[in-house]
Each structure stands twice: as C-alpha cells, then as structure tokens.
C-alpha cells in the first residue's frame, strides 16, 4: 500500500489530525469562508510544476549519465583484470606443462634404472642361489 493511501485512512479515521491537517494547509481561514478556493490556492502552492518535472528529469539524465561512465570505468577496469588473469593462467599452464614433461622424462629414467638394476642383480642373485643350492644339497 502506498504511502498516500496510509495517508488518507489515517486522516478518515481520526479527525484531530484531519483538522491538525487542515490548519497546516490552509494558513489561515478567511471571515467569509470560501474554503474551496482557500483550500485550492493552498494546494495549488504545493504542486509540481512541468518546470519542476523538467529539472528532475534533467538531474535524473545527468545522474544516469555519470552512473553510466561509472559503469563503464568499472568495466574497463574489470577486463583489463581479467586479461592480466588470462595471462597468469596461460603462464602457469605453461609451468604446468614443463613439469608433467620432466615427470614423464623421470618416469622413464626410474624404468630404464629399475631395468638395469635388473639386468645387473638377477645374474648374482641367481649364482648365489646356485651356491646356496649346492652347500645345501652337498
């Protein structure tokens, strides 16, 4: 509910603020009561003029407008930071993929190493079995 509506049902319901009301907007009432006209001079004095719109409308324009550029500075500033991360995550992605090379480059290095030590180890490994074999069997 609007405020005006709150208004006029308070001012329905309750008559010391109806004639709180009155006085306010009629300065002061004539001997010869034409309170039409007296009330219509004193509202008449109260209502926004199509010069008073037009000023609004003007201050509504210029404030859109610096909204606006606001707006726009934020933007800007915002894709300029957004590149600027762009960029961070181009260089880390590179980062990245230097070290998944030296991990594949270590992976083979430790298969080849596991295959020598193979290689080398399993000839002893199988002699000292044999030794071992033939004291035990001896």
Do not use: C, H, Y
Not at 1 to 15: D, F, P, Q, R, T
Not at 75 to 80: A, C, P
């Amino acid at each position: 509910m609007s405020i005006a509506l709150k208004m006029i049902e308070e001012l329905e319901e309750n008559e010391a603020l109806r004639r709180r009301f009155l006085k306010m907007i009629i300065p002061e009432i004539p001997k010869e009561p034409d309170v039409t006209l007296t009330l219509i001079n004193a509202i008449l004095g109260k209502v926004i003029t199509k010069e008073d719109l037009k000023v609004t409308k003007e201050d509504l324009k210029e404030e859109i407008s610096s909204v606006r550029e606001e707006m726009e500075r934020e933007v800007t500033s915002l894709k300029g930071e957004i590149a600027s991360l762009r960029e961070e995550i181009r260089a880390l992605d590179t980062r990245i993929s230097s070290l998944e090379q030296r991990v594949a480059r270590i992976e083979g290095q430790m298969s080849l190493f596991t295959k020598i030590f193979i290689a080398f180890n399993l000839p002893i490994l199988l002699a000292v079995i044999g030794i071992l074999l033939r004291l035990a069997f001896w």
